[in-house]
């Protein structure tokens, strides 16, 4: 079934507490039951400076996410995330939510300069936001992190579990290449059985994994980048991370389809 969305070219802001600021809500309509397969394909290179930021919610702060110079190629646009000393919370993410079931493949480049919050930075999110039926908070069961951890000088996947079905596992990955673009693919079939499945590859090497449950009936699924530390671990300093060629696909695509 191909997901139908409708685009608009407002952005949206959300604050720390997750509330939406903005009065339209509904730029993206995805008429597709829990059960159903979707298909999709979206991506941003952010070259052109219209509508650069199409069909992502761009979280409090407001000027966390900008269109930026790629700081290795001045001829080429990329986005930018500051997360300011004091503050825990500077993402992007996509305005519409995917049925658990859903397969994807999401490439993206991404590239850390060194230094910054001396803890664990998130860089990359995609799990449960909210049950369908009454829209409360689905938790963290079934989240999968890709962050980096500036102390140990490495990427680190980290999926946050329930015990059972959904089992918790912290991953460190290879080492950092600070200061310049790493490209990243994940494949992930977020399902509420065993047939669960998450695969990340760095530079087309493959880095981790993992088969088993990750997702819960009845929740909608969210996909974020930029830099995350939790309530509790405010940024010790100003914090940049850069993103580029963004893409999220559904499972009929594959790895050539969305590799920057």
Not at 17 to 38: F, L, R, W
Request: charged share 20%.
């Amino acid at each position: 079934m191909i997901a139908s969305c409708q685009k608009n070219s407002a952005f949206y802001t959300e604050t720390q507490d997750g509330h939406i600021s903005q009065d339209i809500m509904d730029d993206v309509v995805v008429s597709s039951s829990e059960d159903s397969v979707e298909s999709f394909f979206y991506h941003w290179n952010f070259t052109y400076s219209n509508n650069a930021f199409h069909d992502l919610v761009k979280e409090s702060p407001q000027t966390a996410q900008t269109r930026d110079w790629d700081p290795l190629d001045s001829t080429n646009r990329v986005m930018k995330t500051t997360m300011p000393a004091g503050v825990y919370r500077t993402e992007v993410r996509m305005s519409r939510k995917f049925n658990v079931g859903t397969e994807f493949w999401i490439g993206f480049r991404m590239l850390r300069p060194y230094g910054g919050h001396n803890g664990f930075v998130v860089n990359f999110q995609i799990g449960p936001r909210y049950y369908i039926a009454d829209t409360s908070s689905a938790g963290s069961s079934g989240l999968h992190q890709l962050s980096t951890v500036r102390s140990a000088d490495s990427s680190r996947i980290q999926t946050f579990g329930n015990g059972v079905p959904i089992a918790s596992y912290k991953n460190y990955l290879d080492k950092i290449n600070w200061g310049q673009w790493e490209k990243w693919v994940i494949h992930c079939r977020y399902q509420a059985d065993s047939t669960g499945l998450l695969e990340v590859w760095k530079n087309d090497t493959l880095v981790f994994s993992h088969a088993g449950q990750n997702g819960m009936p009845g929740t909608m699924t969210s996909v974020k980048w930029g830099a995350y530390n939790g309530k509790e671990h405010p940024a010790t300093a100003e914090t940049i991370v850069y993103f580029d060629d963004i893409t999220v696909a559904s499972g009929e695509y594959g790895y050539a389809d969305v590799a920057p």
